[in-house]
């Protein structure tokens, strides 16, 4: 297993995906993130903008952020995870928020944070797709479930949605490093086959928002390989809200308690 051997530092890192969104706003969400237990002892904020005239000055001063990191404005926030994991594989939190400037639907999202939960969907591997529209019809979830399972082929997936998301540094290692970088090497050369034929079957493309990085927003439970299906029976939608007797594993994968 990927983790073997490996120590998480302690904590919570908060990784934060930025461009000219409003940075007054984003300290007020970040004020109530740390007021949540798990998050509220030892984390660290990173943040990542991609506007290339931003003082990163500024942003460490009005985030009160513990790194700054200027990024190309390329691809959206799933390229600011993949570089946050790939670059920080070694260094990885116990537990990592991600998350974009403008959390979506905040005041839920804050609820569910406080105690580990998400949002989730589920699809048929073969053309999936999700409520907003969006299919994977060149079969990716599919081919990325095969590689990370030993080539074994997928029925069901579950999807995540928004690109915001809390995950242990056990569960990103579970995949190789490796995943990860070709998934960061897709988006970010405009050579590579997600900026192509016959990838795109004609569809519009660009590299600050290419077509791929809708994929990649839903792809995230696959690469942590969370796949149980119960998840999506029993997590309730974003605004009907949790219900009685609703428990942490309703909305997501954990893994067991290691002894240290």
Known sequence: MATKGFHPRKGTDIVISIYKESQTSLRSTLDLLQEIPLISNYSTIWNYTKDEKASLKQIKR???????????????????YLHHITQQWDNLAEHTLFMQAEMHQQRVALHRNSGLRGYVTTCDCNGCGDFSGSRDDTNSIATIHAELDGGEKCKFALLLYRG???????????????????????LVDPKSWAHNEPYLRGRRDNMNNPRFGFTLERLWYTLMQCSDLDIAWRCPSLLSGLHVGARLEDCQCLDPVLDK
Do not use: C, M, W
């Not at 009005?62 to 600011?80: M, P, W």
């Open 62 to 80: 009005t985030l009160k952020a513990d790194h700054v990191i200027q990024l190309h404005n390329v691809s959206r926030e799933g390229e600011t």
């Open 164 to 186: 915001q998301f809390i995950a242990s540094a056990r569960r990103i290692r579970v995949a190789k490093k490796e995943v990860f970088k070709k998934l960061h090497t897709a």
